[in-house]
DNA sequence: GGAACTCGCCAC
DNA sequence: AAACGTGGCGAGTTCC
């Protein structure tokens, strides 16, 4: 019988070709806007020099300078920042950092309810954008084009990192951000950018390492999973996304619980992210009329007549759907954890699917997250490796530019868009799984067109 | 004057 | 009993 798993040799030569890949989308690169930086930058400038004159002006501020002496206030120092608030005006701090120190981050900040102290964030988001990524473009690009790294032997999991200008930490979530920064970033004069995500990758790897029949359902299915916890955690009898309020909660459902459980979080966390962060209770006993909109009321309206009115009580609750979630929903997915870190620490390594060994000293999240990460990851990898192999054979005129974890990212040349876009399709979905026969779950791609000479913030178009 | 550290924050 | 995985990078700070 021929051995499906892929060993040692097989993981040296996906780096080996890997490396190679890359290096051709690296020499590629990605072209920059130059004028829009130095336009932005000189804008951004402005506007912080703006807040700041106005925030030097204050009370909060002349304070904080009297506090100092004759030292000057650093606006951007967060130790000062914290000495401040809560050495001098005694704030309590919401939360300490790993140091001990009270945390000065924007949900700390925000907390206090100080105006001052909205500008402060305000401030450093605009520097974030200025600083992190214009000034990036700006110092890396050469002749127009940035170049960013990738590399494939810096991460424990065997995942990929870049830098010079790191490609794979890009605002995206943040609308505002994401346009200040990626309004910079174009395909080459007369092409398109493209970019084709992997769909749930690592649920989907996760499922083929644990082998769970009801992840492996949901999965083969497509049922949706978050909606079914959403309405488990929110005692909602039917979710529906065109109802006030359901889309949200299903967000918070996923990112607050479903994901975080994946990674080892547990019930505690999960209850505290989804009533404060996401559900806008901030105190530990709920009235009605709080919180963000559900069904034309409010989201504690609907949990107090659930018997969910208060933090403790919403807690016990998520406690019970935790160990339902293991026990009922994934018994067999909660069985391969078990299994699989005592494997760690019998044999003080783990093998990957892929072909890999991690070794050295983990915690058990670690040693249960790492094959899952590393291997999703190779997916991406095997299929990039593929896909430049056949632009080349091919010549196209389409280039692959850069990779983020899931997603890769091409500046495409028009005509040859739908034989680009059929040939990704297959190799990511088809060709894959056939090399890889341990995959024995379906693998689904979602891909983003942007429009021709449009920069990677345009509105695009799903393909 | 640079190495190493902390913190915050961006991505997956 | 305790409790979230992987990175890069800018800025401030401390140490040598």
Known sequence: MRNIHPNTNDAYRLLHNGALALLRAEQQGMRVDMEYIERTTAQLTEQIDELEAVLKK?????????????????????????????????????????????????????????????????????????????????REQVDGYVHPFFHLH???????????????????????????????????????????????????????????????????????????????????????????????????????????????DYYGNNAADISGKWCGLKTKQWKPGQGVGFEGAHISDHLCTHKLGSLQKFTDHLKEIEEDFWENRFPEYHAWKR????????????DMKTGFRCSGLMERNDAINYPIQGSAFHCLLWSFIELDRIMVLEKWNTRLIGQIHDAIIFDVSPNELDHVIKTIRRVTTQDLPKAWQWINVPLEVKGDLFPVDGSWASESTKV
Not at 103 to 116: H, I, N, W
Not at 121 to 132: A, E, L, Y
């Open 58 to 138: 204050t009370k909060f501020f002349r304070h904080w300078q009297h506090s100092r002496g004759n030292r000057a206030v650093n606006i951007n120092s967060d130790v000062q920042l914290g000495n401040y608030i809560y050495n001098r005006l005694g704030f309590e701090p919401v939360k300490l950092t790993d140091s001990g120190r009270g945390a000065v981050d924007e949900e700390s900040l925000l907390a206090l309810g100080v105006p001052e102290l909205e500008s402060i964030i305000k401030i450093r988001k605009m520097r974030k954008n200025r600083d992190t990524y214009l000034g990036g473009f700006a």
């Open 154 to 264: 810096f991460v424990r999991t065997y995942r990929s990192s870049s830098d010079r200008p790191n490609f794979q930490n890009i605002p995206k979530r943040d609308k505002e951000a994401q346009k200040i920064t990626r309004q910079a970033l174009y395909p080459r004069p007369g092409h398109q950018l493209l970019e084709f995500d992997y769909g749930a990758l690592e649920v989907r790897i996760a499922a083929c390492y644990h082998q769970d029949p009801n992840m492996l359902k949901y999965i083969r299915e497509g049922h949706d999973l978050h909606a079914d916890m959403t309405e488990q955690i929110f005692k909602i009898d039917k979710y529906d996304d065109a109802i006030d309020g359901h889309a949200h909660l299903r967000s918070a459902v996923k990112n607050g619980f479903v994901f975080p459980q994946f990674y080892g």
């Open 339 to 350: 299994r699989w870190w005592a494997g760690y620490k019998k044999f003080g390594y783990i």
